[in-house]
């Protein structure tokens, strides 16, 4: 029999997903589950497409269908799991065989299998996939790491799974180990950012303008046809637009407000502050997700403190207008400070990651998909050493354009007393970023003074301490 140009282990919804997406564009996969009941359930739901599937039954049945040296996708739960299938699998392969991690793995677990099989003669891919349980079925976006001659064995079948942007692939090789892993993290940060981002406007019409869940459903539809236009956008109109069958009331109105986290998010705010590289809006939505769990505390506060109820007031322009810019440029700041974490990882891990095709196999198939990646795209491209996305000529155009209504918007909520933490951080950020002398003198000051710390003079002069007197640290 022919044999599978891949192989599959874990039927879970993304696994067979992704199964009948490779078996659809004409891959024979080979696949296995550690029940076969679920194999068989999966073949029978297969219909036509069965006929490109090898159901196995055993571990020696499924490495035996697998041309080599064969591609193994592992799509179970991320953590341990993966661990130990890895060492389950390892005694039936042979030299060349690449073991393909495709859950949301943290790359510096990735990092380590990659090590651990380096001497074996096996390989590994850590491969992000974006796009949800539909993408996976119809067109992800695919973001590998791993060797060069591992990814040229997958990149045929890749390319036909992934989704695509005016014909372009949205699949790439980005680098050695933990590169993949690592991009689809910073993916995921950008994705809590987006969302939070939306979640506060919303809760600014909701809450300061007392709109509806329809009125502000249909404010994101029109959005979505201009300069917001996303995927995150586009499924925000969907949900505020839809009843709940129990109630007929907004489905969103039903919904407790407490958001779930599986860790992608803290991981890109954790791997910033190791390497030093702000990003103040992603960190801003993480920890808004970790407040909204807290609803208990949260009851007991407000009764305590009071509900803030002032009305969201505009200091002049369109309210409408000025949400939806101000939102752009939130957004912007969120993928700067997603790409500078790339960016500054590249050089820490040695991965020359390639910012142009990141943004660019972005563009279709994963959740923050949208035609601003496009723009990100040809500004990378265009600016391929430009130390912030927002200092390129495109960008900073949009940031000058953007930022009043970004100023308005923080100003009137924070009047308002309505929290909008991602949104007020990317305007910070902004703020920071362009202030060509900061405060943070002070800072050198207070730390020459409790610690002899020693500072640099703006003069350049040789002589690095403060006069502080008595109660200063001696030095
Ligand atoms: C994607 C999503 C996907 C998933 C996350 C959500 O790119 O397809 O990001 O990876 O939805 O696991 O993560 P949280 O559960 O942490 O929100």
């Not at 973001?143 to 001659?149: C, I, L, N, Y």
Request: with cysteine; charged share 20%.
């Amino acid at each position: 029999m022919q044999q599978a140009e891949i192989g599959l282990i874990g039927l879970g919804v993304m696994g067979a997903n992704l199964s009948l997406n490779i078996a659809e564009k004409g891959n024979r996969i080979a696949v296995f589950n550690r029940t076969f009941a679920r194999t068989q359930e999966f073949m029978a739901e297969a219909g036509d497409l069965a006929d490109r599937i090898v159901p196995c039954e055993t571990i020696e049945q499924f490495v035996a269908s697998i041309r080599p040296p064969r591609p193994i996708i592992i799509m179970i739960k991320a953590g341990e799991p993966v661990d130990q299938q890895m060492e389950l699998l390892k005694p039936y392969l042979e030299k060349g065989d690449i073991m393909i991690d495709a859950g949301n793995a943290n790359f510096r677990d990735t990092v380590r299998r990659f090590d651990w099989l380096k001497d074996t003669g096996l390989t590994f891919i850590g491969m992000g996939v974006s796009g949800g349980e539909e993408g996976a079925r119809h067109g992800p976006s695919i973001m590998v790491g791993g060797t060069e001659e591992s990814w040229k064995r997958v990149e045929p079948v890749l390319t036909s799974i992934s989704a695509k942007f005016n014909n372009d692939p949205c699949v790439a090789w980005l680098g050695p180990d933990g590169a993949g892993h690592f991009v689809k993290t910073i993916h995921n940060g950008i994705e809590y950012a987006d969302m939070q981002m939306i979640a506060e406007i919303y809760g600014i019409l909701r809450d300061g303008l007392g709109r509806s869940a329809t009125e502000i459903g249909t404010m994101f539809g029109s959005w979505n046809k201009g300069r917001l236009n996303s995927y995150l956008i586009e499924i925000t109109e969907k949900v505020l637009m839809a009843a709940d069958p129990e109630s007929g009331k907004p489905m969103v109105d039903m919904i407790l407000d407490k958001a779930g986290q599986k860790g992608t998010g803290k991981w890109s705010v954790i791997e910033a502050q190791q390497m030093g590289i702000p990003a103040t809006a992603i960190e801003a939505a993480v920890a808004a997700r970790s407040l909204s769990s807290m609803k208990a505390e949260r009851e007991v506060a407000e009764k305590m403190f009071g509900k803030e109820t002032a009305r969201f007031e505009l200091a002049g322009g369109n309210v409408e207008a000025d949400l939806e810019l101000a939102l752009f440029a939130a957004k912007i700041a969120a993928y700067a400070q997603g790409f500078a974490v790339m960016s500054g990882a590249s050089e820490e891990f040695s991965w020359n990651l390639p910012m142009p095709t990141i943004a660019k196999i972005w563009r279709a198939g994963c959740i923050i998909r949208s035609q601003f990646l496009d723009e990100i795209t040809r500004a990378f491209t265009a600016n391929p050493d430009a130390a912030n996305l927002i200092v390129t000529p495109a960008f900073s155009v949009m940031v000058k354009e953007s930022l009043p209504s970004l100023r308005r918007v923080v100003a009137a909520a924070v009047t308002a007393g309505l929290p909008v933490p991602a949104l007020a951080s990317a305007l910070t950020y902004f703020d920071a970023y362009r202030q060509a002398r900061g405060s943070a003198n002070l800072i050198q000051a207070q730390r020459d003074f409790f610690g002899a710390h020693g500072f640099d003079r703006i003069d350049g002069k040789d002589f690095h301490h403060g006069p502080w007197g008595s109660g200063a640290a001696t030095f």
